[in-house]
T-cell receptor
Framework: AQSVTQLGSHVSVSEGALVLLRCNYS??????LFWYVQYPNQGLQLLLK??????LVKGINGFEAEFKKSETSFHLTKPSAHMSDAAEYFC????????????FGTGTLLAVQP | NAGVTQTPKFQVLKTGQSMTLQCAQD?????MSWYRQDPGMGLRLIHY???????DQGEVPNGYNVSRSTTEDFPLRLLSAAPSQTSVYFC?????????????FGPGTRLTVL
């Protein structure tokens, strides 16, 4: 069965600092992994996704994530945080079988301090 | 394209009342799903549909019904609302052509059951 674990429910960084949000996955098949962002009182927006084409995936708003099979990780990074990055971030893995269902982590709330 | 739309945005119910949460998409997506979001639990799949006339249960289906009579619409019915169903509900849709297809989320419905 597929699952994801997000380490750290709350992360706080200073503006301009590195952002690192951690996600580890468990999957019995080659995984398809996603990072979504949720701004306050809004729906989820796709940041980036891993589809096995490249291990380093670049997304929107300067975010990127690296797929590391040996560590079963898919951590999200951004070199320099902006105030506008304050949001909740969800890692997800595609569930197995013929459906497109996503299995989500519990989320990480990112705060950016001025 | 309006994408995925949901109505209402907010709803307050009394225990035992029934209601329908509406979801519509204009992208001709085969796959549609309903998730609920609760603090500290991420998003959990309630029901999903792989096409008109085909629905199936997700992780937390109890107390909810769905139907899919058209490609565009996927309503979620609460049969007899309970306080445990207080949550934020998201509808999502995607194609089914590839396993990596992106799911697009609606803005959500915030439901409170008193």
């Amino acid at each position: 069965a597929q699952s994801v674990t997000q380490l750290g429910s709350h992360v706080s960084v200073s503006e301009g600092a590195l952002v690192l949000l951690r996600c580890n996955y468990s999957s019995s098949v080659p995984p398809y992994l996603f990072w979504y962002v949720q701004y306050p009182n809004q729906g989820l927006q796709l940041l980036l996704k891993y589809t096995s084409a490249a291990t380093l995936v670049k997304g929107i708003n300067g975010f990127e994530a690296e797929f590391k099979k040996s560590e079963t990780s898919f951590h999200l990074t951004k070199p320099s945080a902006h105030m506008s990055d304050a949001a909740e971030y969800f890692c997800a893995v595609r569930g197995g079988g013929a459906t497109n269902k996503l299995i989500f982590g519990t989320g990480t709330l990112l705060a950016v301090q001025p | 394209n309006a994408g995925v739309t949901q109505t209402p945005k907010f709803q307050v119910l009394k225990t035992g009342q029934s209601m329908t949460l509406q979801c519509a998409q204009d992208m001709n997506h085969e796959y549609m799903s309903w998730y609920r979001q609760d603090p500290g639990m991420g998003l959990r799949l309630i029901h999903y549909s792989v096409g008109a006339g085909i629905t199936d249960q997700g992780e937390v289906p109890n107390g909810y019904n769905v139907s899919r009579s058209t490609t565009e619409d996927f309503p979620l019915r609460l049969l007899s609302a309970a306080p445990s169903q207080t949550s934020v509900y998201f509808c999502a849709s995607s194609t089914r052509s590839r396993e990596s297809d992106t799911q697009y989320f609606g803005p959500g419905t915030r439901l409170t059951v008193l």
